[in-house]
């Protein structure tokens, strides 16, 4: 193993310190002036493949990073504390991304993983406070404690199926985030996973999960609904639901559930219009999108007269997915018409 100083003319004078051991190179830090940086796939005849762990530690200088092709791991902690730095290129070629890679990384908008990524680790985006677009590919199946924690202007993130638990506080502190699409594939939501999240008003909790550790909503203080595909799951060590929360917990038909969830009351989740502005006339048409859980069997009945209501069904469908638009194409035949929804 050696030590030497590389020094690359573009796109900005950058110098790098590193290691060569068994043939290929790893980076170890750096020294130049920052702003718009990018890490080589070779040099002295040896591939660069990996970034050490530290090996930007606290660099406020950088600005943009762009990783070449051939480079496998990002060490631990590699970009910790890089304040300033705003977009970080990611290739397909990376297999790890190691625990705290971008901690405190504050000025980091977007993240795109690759494919090639098979698991978040801890840490991994924690106090990302300006993250607001985060990509996650189907690969991923496992994401670690705190991996978003503090990620404040996040606001939505779909999780891709195949992952099976969230960790605890992984994304606690998310205090921007609205949307979070869980994966079917998700059993466990262990302690505090969404804690602090105080912009999120609803979420839907797919049917595999069968358990909730203490404290998974614990201080959204703005839940207000939370729907359940599946059968009551068990409460483990607490209470999942904050104390004092307004939220309303939601089943389907047929799965059993009583009248309380963790003191919180519980409501049949039934299909419902959606209060978008997409109801009314469209070109050659008239709808609306209708809400409800994939999966389900949901009937859309119409009559023309609400006093002596005689109702016959319009459409019968399972729907595809939770949301779908309805659209009555015969709406024309009558001088008016309503519509009810209900599930058979």
């Known amino acids: 193993m050696w030590v030497l100083m590389l020094t690359l003319p ?8 590193f290691v060569t051991n068994s043939g290929a190179i790893t980076i170890t830090g750096y020294t130049g002036t920052g702003g718009d940086v990018s890490i080589p796939a070779a040099t002295n005849g040896y591939p660069v493949t990996a970034i050490q762990y530290d090996a930007f530690y606290r660099n406020t200088v950088l600005t943009t990073v762009t990783l070449s092709s051939g ?19 990611i290739p397909a070629t990376v297999t790890n991304l190691g625990a705290s890679a971008f901690y405190q990384c504050a000025s980091l908008a977007s993240i795109t993983i690759p ?8 840490n991994t985006f924690y106090q990302c406070s300006s993250l607001t677009n985060v990509s996650l590919p189907a690969s991923v199946t496992a994401i ?15 999780l891709p199926d195949g992952i099976g638990q969230l960790a605890d506080w992984t994304f606690g502190y998310c205090t921007s985030l609205r949307s979070v699409a869980l994966p079917a594939s998700l059993t466990n939501l262990i302690t505090y996973t969404f804690a602090n999240c105080t912009s999120l008003s609803n979420i839907t909790i797919p ?6 550790v203490e404290g998974v909503f614990n201080s959204c203080t703005n839940l207000v609904r939370v729907n359940f595909r599946g059968y009551m799951p068990s409460l483990y ?6 104390i004092g929360t307004q939220a309303t917990v939601y089943y389907l038909p047929g799965t059993g559930w009583g009248p309380l969830f963790d003191d919180r009351p ?4 039934l299909p419902e219009i959606a209060s978008d502005g997409s109801l009314g006339i469209r070109t050659n048409r008239f709808g609306f999108n209708l809400n409800w859980a994939s999966g389900q069997k949901v009937v859309v009945d119409g009559c023309t ?5 005689a109702w016959q069904p319009v459409l019968t469908n399972t729907l595809t997915s939770d949301s779908t638009y309805f659209s009555d194409l015969k709406w024309t035949n009558f001088p008016v018409r309503f519509y009810r929804l209900r599930s058979p």
């Open 10 to 17: 573009s796109p900005t004078q950058a110098q790098f310190t």
């Open 71 to 89: 480079i496998r791991d990002i060490g631990s902690g590699a970009f910790w504390g890089c304040s300033n730095l705003v977009e970080v290129t």
């Open 115 to 122: 494919v090639s990524i098979k698991l978040i680790n801890p």
């Open 144 to 158: 670690g404690k705190y991996a978003f924690y503090a990620c404040s202007s996040l606001t939505s993130i779909k």
């Open 207 to 212: 049917a595999g999960v069968t358990t909730l």
């Open 237 to 242: 060590w607490g209470r999942p639901l904050s």
């Open 266 to 269: 519980t409501a049949v989740w």
């Open 305 to 309: 007269n609400l006093s002596q209501p």
